[in-house]
């Protein structure tokens, strides 16, 4: 079974405009964390912003909102004001505990245009 | 953060051979993994490497295709034997970092085979 759902393998947003990535995601690990990753197209894995499964607040890193849902296990990625330089690939993940063996899976992935 | 650096950055290999990618991380890290990605496709978790045991594979991996090794805890290399161009990939190694929650990863090894 997936364990990390991205359902959109693309997503057009004009620019300065925001725009939400989805992310569903599975695990009976009650210790984990959720992360969103951008990839452009020189291949960098590039940190966007983290959630581990006992935080109260959403993450929020400059532009990069995280809106965890926990019962409906989602962690939707929210850009806000977005700009030419975000165009990218941008990848879901999620880091188990113990249960799982504390690896890092990934996402398909979402490729995000945004437009002038 | 530690930086985390990989040798080559690109290799164009015959089918048959092997390549043996190098990662070095100027700090002390507990677990390393190695991730493959296709070409336009996600990462895929091809096995953790903890300096002192074997390293553990995940499914659809194994050790006599892709041995890892784990000499210290700033250093680890994968080796993609006998080559076939469906191994052609850009291979990424990556380590956690407990203290600020995030896992860092290497610029990536572009593989071409032949």
């Known amino acids: 079974a997936q364990k990390i759902t991205q359902t959109q393998p693309g997503m057009f947003v004009q620019e300065k405009e925001a725009v939400t990535l989805d992310c569903t995601y599975d695990t009976s690990d009650p210790s984990y964390g959720l992360f969103w990753y951008k990839q452009p197209s020189s291949g960098e894995m590039i940190f966007l912003i983290y959630?581990?499964?006992?935080?109260?607040q959403n993450a929020t890193e400059g532009r990069y909102s995280l809106n965890f849902q926990k019962a409906r296990k989602s962690a939707n990625l929210v850009i806000s004001a977005s700009q030419l330089g975000d165009s990218a690939m941008y990848f879901c993940?999620?880091?188990?505990?113990?249960?799982?063996?504390?690896?890092?899976?990934f996402g398909a992935g979402t490729r995000l245009f945004v437009k002038a | 953060s530690a930086v985390i650096s990989q040798k080559p950055s690109r290799d164009i290999c015959q089918r048959g051979t092997s390549l043996t990618i190098q990662c070095q991380v100027d700090?002390?890290?507990?677990?390393m993994f190695w991730y493959r990605q296709q070409p336009g496709q996600s990462l895929t978790l091809i096995a953790t490497?903890?300096?002192?045991?074997?390293?553990?594979?995940e499914s659809g991996f194994v050790i006599d295709k892709f041995p890892i090794s784990r000499p210290n805890l700033t250093f680890s290399t994968l080796t993609v034997s006998n080559m076939s161009p469906e191994d052609s990939s850009i291979y990424l190694c990556?380590?956690?970092?407990?203290?600020?929650?995030?896992?860092?990863f290497g610029p990536g090894t572009r593989l071409t085979v032949l």
């Open positions: 490497a903890n300096q002192g045991s074997e390293a553990t594979y």
């Open positions: 700090s002390q890290v507990t677990m």
């Open positions: 959630q581990g499964s006992y935080d109260q």
């Open positions: 990556s380590y956690w970092d407990r203290e600020n929650n995030e896992q860092f």
């Open positions: 993940a999620m880091r188990e505990g113990l249960t799982g063996g504390f690896k890092t899976i």
